[in-house]
């Protein structure tokens, strides 16, 4: 999300579009409540679901950048209702509200790595949903494949790791790096509601901070996922260790070990990153 509200600043900063929004929805539809599409008189950014609900809006967009200026023009904001029946070739059998918004060029873009001001700053504030926390304890390869993989879905990413130059130096504007030694030092301060994901270089470490976590429970209860990568034979010697350290089984049952959904097959690190990325996703759903 953050590349395509990028893309639309810097095109808004030479030409006028139309913002297409999905206000609200009825029955089976392709996209939800919030999707959005801006449409230029050469390009799109964005979908609202594709087929021909999306072809008419477009048209019904560039036909409004075309006569904008004329008198008797269509106003500030309309709206359409769109029955996905036989009329528009699709059989998906709801009905999708959309609104449609002119937007004036902005007199300038942000600067390079500049945080938007202004209309712009308002405008990704309203384009921009909600991103629910992630804590990701790793800077290994399968930590950075799950960068990329969380880095266009709706997280914000709290990356840590104990050692120096781990990072690479541009991530997504989703992440923040935080270097901590030791490394669990950084689970107090996690925000509430983030979903931990564990992958250190280290058992060692692993085993820290799924203790800091663990220890963050009792005191607050505000982590809603916990995940540790590794084998059930890790897990069981984990498990063993911390209930020497005094942790119940009620506690110990709050870690998922191994992550991934169950029955996808392949250990390479993007393949275990789209494994993961699909658990959080169901989780955030479920929650």
Known sequence: MPALTDELLARLADAPAVLVRVERTEGSVPREAGAWMAVFGDAVIGTIGGGHLEFDAIAQARGHLRHAARPGSDPPVWRARQALGPSLG??????????????????AGPADGAAPSGPAADLVRRLSP????????????????????????????????????????????????????????AVPGLAPG???????FS???????????????RQQDDLP???????????????????ARGYTPDELARITCPIGLPGLAGKEPAVIAASVAAQLLLQRSAA
């Open 90 to 107: 699709q059989c998906c059998g709801g009905v999708v509200h959309l609104a449609f918004e002119p937007l004036a060029p902005l007199v």
């Open 130 to 185: 909600p991103l629910h926390p992630v804590a990701l304890f790793g800077g290994g390869h399968v930590g950075h494949a799950l960068v990329q993989a969380l880095a266009p879905l709706p997280f914000a990413i709290t990356w840590v790791d104990s050692r120096d130059g781990v990072f690479p130096p541009e991530v997504p504007a989703s992440v923040r790096c935080e270097p901590s030694d030791p490394v669990q030092g």
């Open 194 to 200: 983030s979903r931990v994901l564990i992958m250190s």
């Open 203 to 217: 058992h060692a470490e692993d085993l820290d901070i799924v203790a800091a976590c663990l220890q963050r429970l």
């Open 225 to 243: 996922f916990i995940g540790l990568i590794g084998s059930r034979t890790k897990w069981a010697t984990f498990r063993h260790r911390l209930e």
